[in-house]
């Protein structure tokens, strides 16, 4: 009867006791970490990424480097984008970032009045540099450092160098882009034309579209009406890339076609793979980031002062396809 | 330990442990209830930067449109409640958030100085000016006011995972408090239960040991293996049973001792009874020899008349004085009717001389001493002669003994028998005596003067024995 008992205690104890500490060790599991509290002086610097659109995966890779490379730098990254095309949000971040006197802003350039004003006058009264990133604004007009991404005139040049000796130094090229073309795409347009200029027996024609899937595929339409014979189509944005060649191909053989575009957004991939566009430009947006972060971190610290005001060029090649 | 010591020792264990445990889930508690504030306190604060700055946009305004110094006073007064909202809101950066709250913290520096631009504009009166600042003043409280939605949307994302996670601990913490709850049963059962073992085994131990004491076992020792108050009664019951056992064993052997003298007694009883009996036909022997005596004398034989007399004489006296002392007078009389009768045996064969001094007749000596070392003499110097002999009996005086010497002229006797006759035990053998050996009346004579120097015996092979009493010399008769 003791002897029962007391084993059957015993037994009882054990088994709490498994229990118990394994229960225990759960608790500890389970405590939550609260974010650890900073010391009261952030000597770190503060860097914001300012796109106008988080979804593309352009400028989802831009920010990848350039957070990247703040990992490596010791600064704090963040990236604020807005939704959609909306100017307003992005202009918006920009003045937050201004008013909260961040260290640098890297920046999409945007060719509107609201972004040059801010740049020019808010960010020089609060003494924030700014660097753009990927597109580019004229350096008088917004008194950036410097820019840093591809050679827009160059790689348009590349594109019609190819096009032309594509077309055997003859035809008509339609060059698409916006109804009020950007800084970025005048500059593409004024590499077209300086490379067109060695090639009298070629004409080109701007196409400028607007923001809407009608509007692109109506302007589509008309150009196709008006030119019928023009076969060769250079495409400055990738944004209406889908919409031309979708109104192309709804209207006739899509083959015969020549169209060149710029950018690589994930639609434009593939419809190169699909064979609706024979080629584009690919750039390299993550470098874009990293190397704009560190040239704007190397400002800060007074490493490189002034930066190079044209710009620092990143690599890009020709994807054509069927390669 | 004493039972005392285990009862207090239990109850401080218990008490200890739930006070332990009490603690710390008190301790976790309040965590747990600090934790949950400071989330909240956040959102307040936060929210409280929208309202202040707001509230300095506001007074701004009333500035401008009214720059009394009541109303400056007002401004500053916002301003300094905004500085203060600014230092609490600098406490809430974490790693996660360092670059968002300093952007934060910032931006009301960008507003607090846009505000007081405002203000010195209003005093220089520079309209345009004041208006431009005014609206920057604005937008940057609009932007402040995006930005707190921003950061209380980043921290509500970053505190839900907290509070999941809170939530979680404290569902673990429920689980843990029951398996707690069962294990401290469980031991507090345990030990519950060993502890009132061990005061009841000794009890029953006792009461086990208390019954066989009851029973009458004295023997087995009580031994308890615990070392408490029970262990202490139990050294007490042993010592009694001990003292119980001791008084038990002395009353058996004083029951023993009685049984004995009772029985000692019955045997005592029971051969007086006997003696008495062997005394009745003495005395009709005695009587019966009388009866003879007076019949041969009235047939005429007068000499056998005279020997049985003679004899009823001897034995009488044998009957009656063996315990008894008696005077030298009495035992001579009773050695002459001994001889007397020894003489009708042995006719001319034996002679007895007599020599006594008169005066000593009175001297006291135990009974039957004399006539035995005659009987002695008689069997050892005259049965053994053909030609008889002659035993002599003389009572003397010697300086302060009485000397009574018997002598006889037989064959002596060797060295070896003189020796044994001294030293041996009364012989059986001999069927002629009178029961009463040589050995017996040294011993009582020894006795009865207290002295170990009272017979001595000489012989020579050939001549004779000589036996010689020494009688101490006695003016009184003494005392029996």
Known sequence: MKRTVTRVLSVCIVFFAIFTVISVWRVIQATPHFPEPVADSVDQLRIVLITENQSTDFWKQVEEGAIQAGEKQGVLVEAWAGFGTEDQDFNRNLETAIYSKVDGILVQGQDTEAFKELTKIKAAFYGVPIITVGEDVPAEESLRKTYVGSNQ??????????????????????????????????????????????????????????????????????????????????????????????????????????????????????LLQAGVIDGMIRQRPQEMGEQGLNLLVQWIRGETVPLNSDGYPTPFVLEEAGL | ??????????????????????????????????????????????????????????????????????????????????????????????????????????????????????????????????????????????????????????????????????????DELETLGLWLLGL?????????????????????????????????????????????????????????RENINDLFEETQEKARLENELQESQLLLKESQLKSLQSQINPHFLFNTLNTLSKKAYLDGAEETSDLLVSVAGLLRYSLKKVDQSVTLAEEVHVIEQYIAIQKARFAERLTFHLEVDERLLDTYIPSLTLQPIIENAMIHGIEKLVDGG??????????????????????????????????????????????????????????????????????????????????????EVPVE
Do not use: C
């Not at chain 1, 014979?229 to 709804?250: G, H, M």
């Not at chain 2, 600098?90 to 913290?105: F, H, I, K, S, V």
């Not at chain 2, 131990?205 to 029973?215: C, D, I, K, S, Y």
């Not at chain 2, 000397?403 to 060797?414: I, T």
């Open chain 2, 184 to 240: 401290i049963s469980s031991i507090v059962l345990l030990v519950a239960y060993r502890f009132s073992l061990s005061i009841t085994r000794p009890v029953h131990e006792l009461t086990r040991a208390a019954n066989e004491v009851a029973q009458g076992n004295f023997q087995t020792p009580i031994h308890i293996s615990s070392n408490d108050e029970i262990a202490f009664l139990a050294r007490t019951f042993d010592t009694m």
């Open chain 1, 153 to 270: 005139i160059e790689a348009a040049s590349l594109l019609a160098e190819t096009m032309a000796e594509k077309m055997n130094y003859q035809g008509e090229i339609v060059v698409v882009g916006d109804e009020q073309p950007t800084y970025m795409q005048k500059q593409r347009l004024q590499g077209v034309e300086q490379t067109l200029e060695a090639y009298p027996e070629i004409t080109f024609t701007y196409q400028g579209m607007g923001d809407t899937k009608e509007e692109i595929m109506n302007a589509t339409m008309e150009r196709l009406n008006q030119s019928p014979d023009a076969t060769s189509w250079l495409v400055l944005d990738s944004k209406v890339a889908y919409f031309v060649t979708q109104e192309i191909k709804r209207r006739t053989q899509v083959d015969p076609y020549l169209i060149y575009s710029f950018d690589e957004a994930p639609e434009v991939r593939s």
């Open chain 2, 390 to 475: 002659t035993i002599t009996l003389r009572i003397y005086r010697e300086q302060e003994s009485v000397l009574a010497e018997v002598e006889d002229d037989g064959p002596g006797m060797q060295p070896e028998e003189l020796h044994r006759l001294l030293h041996q035990e009364v012989r059986s053998e001999t069927g002629h005596s009178t029961s009463i050996g040589f050995q017996n009346v040294v011993k009582r004579l020894q006795l009865f003067f207290n002295r170990a120097d009272v017979l001595t015996v000489t012989s020579a092979v050939g001549v004779g024995t000589t036996v010689t009493l020494h009688i101490p010399l006695q003016k």
């Open chain 2, 1 to 170: 330990m004493t039972i005392q010591n285990k009862i207090w020792g239990l109850v401080s264990l218990a008490v200890l442990v739930m006070g332990a445990i009490w603690i710390a889930l008190t301790y976790s508690n309040q965590q747990a209830q600090e934790q949950y504030s400071s989330i909240l306190s956040r959102y307040l604060q936060m929210n409280e930067v929208t309202t202040s700055s707001q509230a300095l946009v506001t007074e701004l305004n009333e500035y401008i449109r009214l720059p009394v110094p009541a109303q400056e006073q007002r401004l500053q007064e916002e301003e300094q409640q905004l500085r203060g909202i600014q230092q609490r809101v600098e406490a809430l950066r974490t790693e996660t958030n360092q670059l968002d709250m300093t952007n934060y913290l910032l931006m009301m520096d960008s507003l607090i100085e846009a505000s007081n631009r405002t203000l010195s504009f209003v005093k220089q009166s520079e309209v345009d000016a004041v208006t431009q600042e005014f609206n920057e003043a604005n937008r940057i409280a609009a932007s402040l006011e995006d930005r707190t939605l921003y950061i209380l949307d980043q921290e509500l994302r970053t505190y839900n995972g907290l509070y999941q996670e809170l939530i979680q601990q404290s």
